[in-house]
């Protein structure tokens, strides 16, 4: 391959050529990558697999920043591929002990930890905002079950400690089951079908700790990580749903702030608001429903 195919691809080289690392990534972050997928998957005979070679006791997933790269990289290859985001990559790692090689075999190429696409894929909160500070302190989404909700309600200044997710990621979601099952917890839907759901904009963004990490010491180092859980975790930063891209964070005892609210996601879809939280006088307000 000797000339770039695409303005991202001039820049990527550009930013390669100048020994300028951190720009690089930051390209990366925001591209779309291709994978190689074989012709039987293509054709729908057989599952598209993550493609992998081995370098040693390495394992590496292989990605291109375009199908002329792809192609170019190997004889083997055809033009068949499918195309995905980093952070769809997150989503779906296989396991934190590999690494990610970009444009392997060819001149500009970069050989990245699993820790590095994590970060990439899903940065911070206190990241987040700082690189779009216009775009303001997020929304914070907590699944409830009956019980949590009686200690809500009657157990003073309420906290909330355990695993909430960004509620921007699900917004398009408008049952409960869809959204308990795209967030790993079908469990928590109601005999009646429905979900209750904890709302709130976070104050310390730090608290909220990106989960990096892995479902034993090995692959929560592999990732440079700090939390170990059990199956199914990911510890890339999403929800364990490959098929979702859903942000999720990892809180002790956060205090929850004014105006946090509990609905109610009924199975037709439609939301209903049952209790705000007032940070002044420190206690919920039911809201009743309307005649």
């Not at 990605?63 to 002329?68: D, F, M």
């Not at 098929?243 to 005892?253: A, L, N, P």
């Amino acid at each position: 391959m000797r000339n770039p195919s695409s303005p991202f691809e001039e820049a990527l080289w550009a930013a390669f050529e100048a020994g300028a690392t951190a720009l690089c990534l930051s390209l990366l972050k925001d591209a779309d990558l291709a994978l190689p997928i074989s012709v039987a998957a293509f054709e729908g005979t057989e599952p598209v697999a993550w493609p992998t070679a081995r370098d040693g006791d390495r394992t590496w997933m292989l990605a291109y920043t375009s199908v002329e790269a792809m192609v170019a990289a190997s004889a083997t290859f055809t033009e068949h591929h499918r195309v995905v985001s980093m952070l769809e990559l997150a989503a779906g790692w296989p396991d934190s002990r590999w690494g990610l090689a970009v444009n392997p075999g060819l001149p500009v190429s970069f050989l990245l930890e699993s820790g590095t696409v994590a970060r990439l894929a899903v940065p911070t909160l206190v990241q987040d905002l700082a690189l779009a500070p216009r775009s303001g302190v997020p929304v914070m989404q907590k699944l409830l079950r009956p019980s949590d909700i009686h200690d809500l309600l009657s157990g003073g200044e309420p906290r909330v400690s355990g695993y909430c997710h960004h509620a921007l990621d699900v917004s398009h979601i408008a049952t409960p089951a869809v959204l308990a099952e795209a967030l790993g917890q079908p469990d928590l839907v109601t005999p009646e079908g429905a979900l209750n759901l904890l709302r709130w904009r976070p104050v310390g963004l730090d608290l909220y700790r990106t989960p990096y990490g892995g479902v034993d010491e090995e692959r929560r180092d592999a990732v440079a990580g700090w939390v170990v859980e059990e199956p199914p975790f990911v510890g890339l930063g999403l929800v364990p749903n490959p098929d979702q891209v859903i942000r999720e964070y990892k809180v002790y005892g956060v205090g929850l702030t004014h105006g946090a609210e509990i609905w109610e996601l009924k199975h037709d879809g439609i939301e209903r608001r049952r209790a705000v939280y007032h940070g002044d006088l420190r206690r919920w307000f039911l809201v009743g429903r309307r005649a």
